[in-house]
């Protein structure tokens, strides 16, 4: 089945950047999309953004939009999230995950309950 594996996290002051990998392993031709999301402590899961594996689209967050670009490179099978003037209350864990294969490109990807496969997460600290 398919296996995601983030890296990249870390501790950074506030307006800083961070560049988040997701490696994807296991891919099949069917796969179309992977997300972003992350969880604060005591709060629930969030939508980061999302990016089909074979056209630009993407969507963003509310929460992060003009901040976070996401972007892939399918040859290494790799999501990137790019996030800049980052805030103390980005602190959180973040994940990235895969629908079932044949999900349709959608607003349904910015839901936590579309997918199946999800990654261990990686922490991402912003200090004041």
């Known amino acids: 089945q398919v296996q995601l594996a983030e890296s990249g996290g870390g501790l950074v002051q506030a307006g800083g950047s961070l560049s988040l990998s997701c490696t994807v392993s296991r891919r099949t031709a069917s796969s179309t999309a992977v997300g972003w999301f992350r969880r604060a402590q005591g709060k629930e899961r969030e939508f980061v953004a999302a990016?089909?594996?074979?056209?630009?689209?993407?969507y963003y967050g509310e929460s992060v939009k003009g901040r976070v670009t996401i972007t892939r490179d399918n040859a290494k099978n790799t999501v990137y999230l790019q996030m800049n003037n980052l805030k103390p209350e980005d602190t959180a864990v973040y994940y990235c995950a895969a629908p079932p294969g044949g999900t349709p490109w959608g607003t349904s990807l910015m839901f936590p309950s579309i997918y199946d496969y999800w990654g261990k997460g990686t922490r991402v600290t912003v200090s004041e």
């Open positions: 990016t089909g594996w074979t056209d630009g689209r993407r």
